[in-house]
């Protein structure tokens, strides 16, 4: 059969899919999505580009005459608003902060204090805007400052000390000096700003400091906020998007509708793709929109794609494990639940660690900051979200057959079936270990950006036993499904689980060989990434190359001993196979220092 006839099968199940989603959704639904889609929208657009509302706005009452010359500052600075310069306003308590006079009239409490503090920081930006206003920028900033935030390796540490900033014009002078110095009597209070962000400052606002300018007390450190939005403003479609996608999945299973699509010339791969297409254009539709609303490009689409086909492979699989839509809620709602601290979590950070990286979203906030992405860390941001959902879909098609469609098997169960369903033999053992790395990788990222902000101390272990539960279960969970659900039942024996043990550690070894790609983004600088990169069996040449391979077959072997003993016996392999495995971790660690 021909490729062009297969893609006219897919094509034409996307039409009726269409055509049916069309049938189920009333003009006041889509009415309603759109609006609020639209408001949210014009929200993030807003809050991004634009002047959005502060969150900070007119916390503090600043007593000041219309005719003086601190006016201005009190009026531009968000948190301060401007009242009657009168002192008595400070006893009733109606003003934090009164001038008069030559004289500044502050209320005894924490908030007096805090709004003295702002009223300082908004005269010291008020008089650095006006500097920035001269001619000769040269002479209103003697000192410039460019500050670029590096990794900190030995090589630049032994070389240009703890800072990595540099300073032109005027003489020699050190950085903290010099922000020390910049505005007089102004800086000594040290205040600053609010540690609130403030939205409607503009981009350099937005993603909540600035890395270079005029003066060193322009310089601020990065602040999160932005990114976080950003990068929340993209997960929000998908939702709507899979929630649908998830419905229609279970609706055709509960109303045995699927079973016409089973006895037509189409195979499961088409129908699936075709039931898919819809809904993966309407993300891809809502993505470009939002990067339209806050000004990304290409690359953040291309960024965020590959989490549109994680969030539909996950949607596909757990649809068609749930036996109810209120079954379906719970596993969707959790498998978003993780996926969204995957994506969300180190994305938020883009400014801050190279842990960022993991996420793919930060590749979108880099976009929208207008930084630039190689090619290495788009692949090592993008590369485990495209794996898991083509894994995913592939394992969900494994089980698009009327004895599985149609039954009422717990989930469980229903992962099982289809996990034996893509076993053939005893090799499979090996090739499913290699198919789980991307489900491995993902896990074990999702758990270093979790972790890495802890004391290493204490991040250690916890990552230990981590990494070791999720490559034992990675190794073994499939073997268990081939000997009591597949065809390797008469395996069953100890000879058999020693194979298979074998084969499942080979594979997995090979596969983890392939996805090394730790170190080339530089996630080493960051203590944990050290550990993880160890503990995935970064070694030196020789000898110790051989350790990870006999760790992998002996863990594996182990929990395949247990497998043939029933699900207790399982239990019992795994968990000692999880114990070898976090002690080879301590030890490997504890010997590279």
Do not use: C
């Amino acid at each position: 059969m021909s490729r062009r006839d297969r893609v006219a099968r897919t094509l034409q199940i996307a039409r009726w899919e269409v055509s049916r989603s069309a049938d189920t959704l009333d003009r006041t639904t889509v009415v309603v999505f759109l609006v609020a889609l639209l408001a949210a929208g014009t929200v993030v657009a807003t809050g991004a580009v634009g002047d959005g509302v502060a969150p900070d706005r007119d916390i503090y009452r600043v007593g000041v005459a219309p005719d003086s010359a601190y006016r201005a500052p009190v009026e531009d600075a968000t948190p301060l608003r401007p009242v009657a310069a009168d002192p008595g306003l400070v006893a009733s308590g109606r003003a934090e902060v009164v001038v008069a006079d030559g004289e500044v009239a502050v209320a005894d409490s924490a908030k007096g204090r805090a709004a003295l503090a702002a009223f300082r920081s908004a005269v010291r930006e008020h008089n650095l805007a006006l500097m920035g206003a001269e001619a000769n920028r040269s002479a209103a900033f003697p000192v410039a400052v460019d500050l670029r935030y590096v990794s900190r390796d030995a090589g630049a540490l032994a070389g240009t000390g703890a800072g990595s900033g540099t300073t032109t014009g005027g003489d020699e002078t050190d950085e903290s000096d010099g922000a020390a110095d910049e505005g007089g009597d102004e800086g000594d209070e040290g205040g600053g700003a609010l540690a609130v962000p403030d939205l409607g400052a503009g981009t350099a606002g937005l993603f909540g400091g600035s890395t270079s300018g005029g003066s060193p007390a322009e310089i601020s450190p990065p602040f999160p906020f932005a990114s976080l939005v950003l990068a929340f403003a993209f997960l929000v479609p998908m939702n709507f998007v899979v929630q649908a996608y998830g419905s229609t999945m279970l609706e055709e299973r509960i109303g045995r509708r699927g079973e016409l699509l089973l006895v037509s010339p189409a195979t499961p791969g088409e129908i699936v793709a075709g039931k898919t297409l819809p809904y993966l254009g309407a993300m891809v539709g809502l993505v470009v929109a939002v990067a339209a609303l806050v000004g990304g490009g290409a690359l953040s689409v291309a960024a965020v794609f590959p989490i549109a086909i994680t969030f539909l492979g996950a949607t596909f699989a757990t649809a068609m494990f749930a036996r109810s839509f209120k079954e379906l809620t719970f596993v969707t709602v959790s498998v978003s639940v993780f996926l969204t601290a995957y994506a969300f979590v180190p994305a938020i950070f883009t400014n801050v660690t190279p842990v960022a990286l993991i996420s793919p979203l930060t590749v979108v906030v880099r976009d929208l900051q207008g930084g630039s992405v190689s090619v290495a860390e788009y692949l090592f941001s993008t590369g485990p979200a495209y794996l898991v959902g083509t894994s995913l879909f592939v394992l969900g098609v494994g089980i698009y057959r009327e004895e599985d469609l149609f039954t009422q098997r717990s989930v469980p169960l229903k992962l099982l079936d289809a996990l034996a369903a893509r076993i053939a033999g005893r090799r499979s053992a090996a090739t499913l270990a290699v198919l789980s790395i991307p489900f491995v990788l993902l896990a074990e990222l999702l758990a270093l950006a979790l972790l890495f902000a802890l004391p290493r101390e204490a991040a250690l272990p916890v990552l230990f036993v981590a990494v070791a539960g999720v490559e034992e279960v990675a190794k073994s969970l499939h073997v268990y499904a081939g000997l009591h659900e597949g065809p390797l039942g008469d395996d069953r024996t100890t000879r058999g689980a020693l194979v298979l043990g074998g084969l499942a550690g080979l594979g997995f070894f090979v596969g983890e060989k392939l996805f090394v790609v730790i170190q080339a983004v530089g996630l080493t600088a960051v203590p944990l990434g050290e550990a993880t990169a160890a503990t995935a069996g970064v070694l030196p040449v020789g000898v110790l190359l051989v350790a990870p391979l006999a760790l992998h077959v002996v863990t594996a072997s182990v929990s395949a001993l247990g497998a043939v003993r029933g699900p207790r016996g399982y239990a019992v392999g795994l968990a000692a196979a999880v114990t070898l495995h976090a002690g080879y971790n301590l030890a490997v660690v504890t010997s590279l220092g």
